[in-house]
């Protein structure tokens, strides 16, 4: 089993100011990592995803996250927000293998980012 | 809009009614979830259909909740005997076959009160 612990629960930045939204994760296999964001009364949409390859992964919005396999984190970066990030946004993992469990995705409690005029 | 659409959007019930909530997937994704989704929570993974063959179920789905997807397209998503504890948002997703655990598509969700 996988579990996601996203160590903030609210972060509050100023406009045009960086962020750093943090994600660890724990599994006994290898995983798949995901950051999602969710605007109010939304589903879900993805941010960016890592498989396999560079750790460094660029996804939309210009959100980037760094997969750490030592520390087991997947932090998500911005270097400028702007007002329309504002949301909520989701750490989440699967199973990177072929099996029972392997479609599901687990998610952390999210973190709410406010971005201050 | 082709993305993942579900019905209602919104549904407030008594205690003890039965309720059924529609998932409408993207065009040709063969693989569809329900996630359960709660007031300061993330998501929760309900259920898994790869065309209609229910694979599997978590084990917060009690035998109040029963899930299909008979045809391969669309899927249901039904409670009975509504409890308090089951107020939360319904979210669906799909994937494509070639994608499988690489991105789930999440639909808007259907946010259930149970009063």
């Known amino acids: 089993a996988q579990s996601v612990t996203q160590l903030d629960s609210q972060v509050p930045v100023f406009e045009e100011a960086p962020v750093e939204l943090r994600c660890n994760y724990s599994s006994s296999v290898s995983v798949y990592l995901f950051w999602y964001v969710q605007y109010p009364n939304q589903g879900l949409q993805l941010l960016l995803k890592y498989l396999s390859g560079s750790t460094l992964v660029k996804g939309i919005n210009g959100f980037e996250a760094e997969f750490n396999k030592s520390q087991t984190s997947f932090h998500l970066r911005k270097p400028s927000v702007h007002i329309s990030d504002t949301a909520e946004y989701f750490c989440a993992v699967s199973a990177a293998y072929s099996g029972a469990g392997s479609y599901q995705l687990t998610f952390g409690k999210g973190t709410k980012l406010s971005v201050i005029p | 809009d082709t993305g993942v659409s579900q019905d209602p959007r919104h549904k407030i019930t008594k205690r003890g009614q039965n309720v059924t909530f529609r998932c409408d997937p993207i065009s040709e994704h063969n693989r569809l979830y329900w996630y359960r989704q709660t007031l300061g929570q993330g998501p929760e993974f309900l259920t898994y259909f790869q065309n209609e063959a229910q694979l599997e179920k978590s084990r917060l789905l009690s035998d109040r909740f029963s899930a299909e997807r008979p045809k391969g397209s669309f899927s249901t998503l039904e409670i009975q005997r509504t409890e308090q504890g089951d107020s939360a948002m319904y979210l669906c997703?799909?994937?494509?076959?070639?994608?499988?655990?690489?991105?789930?598509?999440f639909g808007p969700g259907t946010r259930l009160t149970v009063l």
């Open positions: 997703a799909s994937s494509p076959p070639t994608s499988g655990r690489s991105e789930q598509f």
